[in-house]
């Protein structure tokens, strides 16, 4: 009997000790760089990001080949609306969500995939501690490096059969959100 229970009690250290999936902050400004190598398309922007209330702006840069565009789009998931205002033309295009709104986050379900250090490990204030996640589902396959243990995150790949592998590294990330105005539609917007 205290064989068993002693074999049960090493078993709860080992499984207390396996890394849950963290919750990241759920409103954030910062700036992102996304590629997708294989259709040549690059992206620059400022991203307001608000998980609660489900939705995003961006500011982008666009592009595809040689051809570069601009871009101020607005996702309110909570609504099914994009606002996509092309900033060199100022034409605005209002068209219904149809994709579903995915968190910024390490999924539930992902698998940790292990920890490492970024930078000077041993000089104070010179090294991040960052965690890996993985998670695949069907032919989909999400990976994702946070830093630990703000949970903020810092890059994810995602790679599925139609979108080939994109990649998105943020940067510059503040929690919060400066101006709660940023997820009103523009103005040129208003007219469609």
């Not at 390490?106 to 993985?134: H, R």
């Amino acid at each position: 009997m205290k064989l068993l229970l002693l074999a049960l009690c090493c078993l709860v250290v080992v499984y207390a000790q396996e890394p849950r999936p963290c919750e990241s902050p759920k409103q954030w400004e910062g700036r992102f760089l996304r590629a997708d190598r294989a259709k040549m398309f690059g992206e620059l922007a400022k991203l307001s990001y608000d998980e609660t209330n489900r939705r995003a702006r961006e500011i982008e840069e666009v592009q595809v080949g040689q051809d570069r565009e601009y871009y101020d789009v607005l996702y309110l998931h909570n609504i099914g609306k994009e606002y996509r205002l092309n900033l060199k033309s100022r034409k605005c295009n209002v068209t219904n969500l149809l994709r579903p709104f995915r968190p910024y986050g390490v999924p539930p379900n992902a698998q940790f995939d292990g920890s490492a250090t970024i930078g000077a490990a041993g000089v104070p204030g010179e090294s991040l501690v960052v965690e890996n996640w993985s998670l695949t589902d069907g032919n989909d396959k999400f990976y994702g490096m946070v830093s630990s243990p703000d949970c903020v995150p810092i890059e994810y790949a995602f790679y599925s059969q139609e979108s080939s592998l994109i990649t998105t590294t943020f940067f510059d990330i503040n929690v919060g959100i400066t101006d709660p105005n940023v997820f009103i539609p523009p103005s040129e917007c208003s007219m469609v």
